[in-house]
């Protein structure tokens, strides 16, 4: 969960009150608050945790790293979209269930 | 050591870990506080290449693992209620508390919703003017600046529907607190390279002097973590007790301070329960006198929750380094990551739940009467 992802910075723009990128991360486009990186510019890499930006870093440190991530699974993890995270959710069983019942209550969830 | 070598620079690892081996004389234990070190180490078998006497304590380092059952469960009442919309990422859904988890309410007609960005909530306050907007903010210094950020943002905005229910914990007092535990078996730590961007190593050389530990600051690919542990031993054999960053790349001594600025406004120290340690005094965060109408906790007013953990779990040794994952009499049978019973199998990033899902189902001992069939580096 803490993991910082980097991603580079496809542009720069602000909401009014927060300085916002848009970050690639190996495809995955999202929008990252760039306040606490005031000397990130476009085209810079960047390390990202929760759509804040936490410092910059060399395109080859960022490639390795997200590389890495990718391997390990928590690239699809931290970036996954709502839909995914909750399809995700639906496939692991209520925790709190012994006996393996719970496992009928999910999917039941999951198709509602 | 199938994925070390496909994947990394095999031949770096191997002499790196042959140094570890020419340089070790003695058992040493050195603790990896991050969990997300904690699943590189085991999905790489790098703890399998050091020498048998080289032991990692995987430590409290997954703030979805420590979170009291208490707070899950207050966020279960708090996005129960009808009116709020509870937004959280994605890895506390499935957190269990005494009765549910938050899949299960939205299950039942709760509006939970998985953001991105705690920032992300705050646009779900503004486009839903109607409804109370609860983040349920968790997590270490690295996600502190991402929660301070939107509570700011939503001072800033006049927003009233907008609240956090906060749990942050910070890393050096817990370092502490396994320091001076009775019966403490950590001898030098790898810090938490991610947490280090965010605040620096600055608070680390008081701790590395008083307890006489060393302390490197630690990356998480398998050539990092090599590199701090080989760091780490090399100054344990030489008795020495300093503070190194073995993780330049993306840390300095004084961190991000614009960060650190934000932090400090919107955020003050606290004593914070630990799931599977207990309380830990000024080990955490709640918001400031200037931020408190945000704070979900004194909006709701949820009061009458009792909870028990589990009789059979023994995390809190696992989190000490008492014992590995595989000595817990429940850790695979009444316990997996489906089921649960304590902190360190909820997460993926947990100590319980990395073993599980790597398949080491071996305890300790165990694991090095295999070892000492094998000679050299790469064995497993």
């Known amino acids: 969960m803490c993991l910082a992802i980097p991603g580079r910075v496809e542009e720069i723009t602000t909401d009014g009150l927060i300085r916002v990128g848009r970050v690639n991360f190996g495809g995955v486009v999202k929008s990252v608050c760039l306040d606490c990186v005031p000397d990130v510019e476009v085209g810079d890499y960047t390390i990202v945790h ?15 790293t997200l590389a890495l991530f990718r391997e390990m699974g928590v690239l699809d993890e931290e970036l996954a979209g709502e839909e995914e995270q909750f399809a995700r959710a639906a496939g692991r069983p209520q925790s709190a269930c012994p006996d393996g019942s719970c496992e009928v209550e999910a999917v039941k969830t999951a198709v509602d | 050591m199938k994925y070390l070598t496909e994947f990394r620079n095999g031949e770096i690892a191997q002499k790196i870990a042959r140094e570890i081996h020419a340089i070790t004389t003695r058992p040493w234990k050195i603790m990896e506080v991050c969990g997300g070190q904690t699943h590189s180490i085991i999905r790489n078998g790098i703890d399998q290449m050091l020498p048998a006497g080289i032991d990692m304590i995987h430590g409290p380092g997954c703030p979805v693992c420590v979170t009291p059952l208490e707070l899950i469960d207050k966020a279960l009442a708090i996005a129960e209620q009808p009116g709020v919309i509870f937004c959280s990422f ?48 968790v997590g270490f210094e690295t996600t502190a600046p991402a929660n301070a950020m939107s509570v700011h943002v939503a001072k800033r905005r006049g927003l009233k529907n907008f609240s956090l229910l906060v749990s942050h914990v910070l890393v050096p007092p817990a370092m502490e607190a396994i320091l001076n535990s009775p019966g403490n078996l950590v001898q030098g730590f790898l810090a938490a390279g991610h947490v280090c961007s965010v605040m620096g190593y600055w608070e680390y050389p008081a701790l590395a002097e008083k307890y006489r530990v060393p302390i490197v600051v630690t990356g998480f690919e398998p050539l990092d973590l090599l590199d701090g542990i080989r760091r780490a031993v090399v100054q344990l054999e030489a008795g020495k007790y300093e503070v190194e960053n073995a993780y330049g790349r993306v840390v300095t001594f004084d961190g991000n301070q614009a960060a650190q600025k934000l932090l400090a406004e919107v955020f003050e120290v606290t004593d914070r329960a630990w799931r599977g340690i207990g309380v830990i005094p000024k080990s955490g965060w709640k918001l400031s006198e200037a931020y408190r109408e945000f704070d979900a906790e004194e909006r709701f007013h949820i009061t009458g929750i009792h909870t028990q953990e589990s009789a059979l779990c023994r995390s809190g040794e696992v989190l000490r380094g008492a014992i590995k994952p595989a000595e817990c009499g429940a850790f695979g049978k009444e316990c997996t990551p489906r089921h649960p019973l304590g902190a360190t199998m909820v997460s993926s990033e947990g100590a319980c739940a990395a073993y599980f899902n790597y398949g080491r189902f071996l305890s300790a001992e165990e694991l090095a009467s295999a070892g000492s069939a094998l000679t050299g580096v790469g064995r497993g």
């Open chain 2, 90 to 137: 994605g890895d506390m859904l499935r957190v269990p508390g005494t009765d549910a988890d938050l899949f299960q309410i939205k299950g039942r007609g709760g509006d939970v919703r998985v953001v991105y960005s705690p920032l992300d909530a705050v646009d779900v306050a503004v486009k839903n003017p109607d409804k109370q907007v609860v983040f349920f903010g």
């Open chain 1, 50 to 64: 929760v759509g804040f930006a936490i410092s910059k870093i060399d395109e080859k440190t960022a490639q390795e």
